[in-house]
């Protein structure tokens, strides 16, 4: 009688293993997803390069496109903090993508549109989004390179989907890499 009911003590703790291992997984392959399909994108960023004695180096990084002008929010749209919106994207002559537009829907036609999230009640001339993309974990001893860099030339490469959804690739300097995403 009790080896019936070790075996189901067992058939239990495995099952709750693999959900969250499923769990674990599914975050992981939409991660994987965006990397494989996404287009490359380059983000002009401000970074900063703290350390955290728990997750090792990062960059903690401040894009360009986080603060837009209210001027670009399409014609009618009121936003609240917490509102999912797209942000239309368009390169410049230096391939940088800059902000061309902001909706709540994703616009149609949009070749480059990126979703974020209202971090910031509007109401002023700048709109504030949060993408998510906002630390860049890097290999120990690596943070040294960016902190002798030309912060004003770094760009975040990122990958983005027709859906709008970004994960981060890389950060360069003149074109070349500096660092590479190290998430996986």
Same mark, same amino acid.
């Given at each position: 009688m009790s080896g019936q009911g070790d075996r189901k003590a067992y058939l239990k703790w495995g099952l709750v293993a #693999?959900?969250?291992?499923?769990?674990?997984? %599914? %975050? #992981?392959?939409?991660r994987i997803r965006v990397h494989m399909t996404g287009e490359e994108v380059i983000l002009a960023m401000r970074p900063v390069d703290p350390r955290d004695l728990l997750r090792g180096d990062y960059v903690v990084v401040t894009l360009e496109i986080e603060r837009v002008s209210a001027d670009l929010l399409a014609p009618g749209e009121e936003l609240a903090r917490g509102d999912t919106v797209y942000v239309s994207l368009e390169r410049d002559g230096e391939g940088i993508a800059r902000a061309t537009g902001i909706s709540k829907a994703r616009?149609?036609?949009? %070749?480059l549109a990126i979703r974020g999230r209202v971090s910031a009640r509007p109401g002023g001339e700048e709109i504030s989004i949060a993408y998510d993309l906002d630390a860049f974990y890097i290999q120990e001893g690596k943070g040294e390179i960016l902190e002798n860099s030309d912060r004003e030339k770094m760009r975040l490469v990122v990958a983005l989907t027709e859906a709008g959804i970004s994960a981060p690739l890389r950060i360069t300097l003149d074109g070349k890499t500096l660092v590479e995403e190290s998430a996986f």
């Amino acid at each position: 009688m009790s080896g019936q009911g070790d075996r189901k003590a067992y058939l239990k703790w495995g099952l709750v293993a #693999l959900i969250q291992l499923g769990l674990v997984a %599914t %975050t #992981l392959a939409e991660r994987i997803r965006v990397h494989m399909t996404g287009e490359e994108v380059i983000l002009a960023m401000r970074p900063v390069d703290p350390r955290d004695l728990l997750r090792g180096d990062y960059v903690v990084v401040t894009l360009e496109i986080e603060r837009v002008s209210a001027d670009l929010l399409a014609p009618g749209e009121e936003l609240a903090r917490g509102d999912t919106v797209y942000v239309s994207l368009e390169r410049d002559g230096e391939g940088i993508a800059r902000a061309t537009g902001i909706s709540k829907a994703r616009p149609e036609g949009a %070749t480059l549109a990126i979703r974020g999230r209202v971090s910031a009640r509007p109401g002023g001339e700048e709109i504030s989004i949060a993408y998510d993309l906002d630390a860049f974990y890097i290999q120990e001893g690596k943070g040294e390179i960016l902190e002798n860099s030309d912060r004003e030339k770094m760009r975040l490469v990122v990958a983005l989907t027709e859906a709008g959804i970004s994960a981060p690739l890389r950060i360069t300097l003149d074109g070349k890499t500096l660092v590479e995403e190290s998430a996986f």
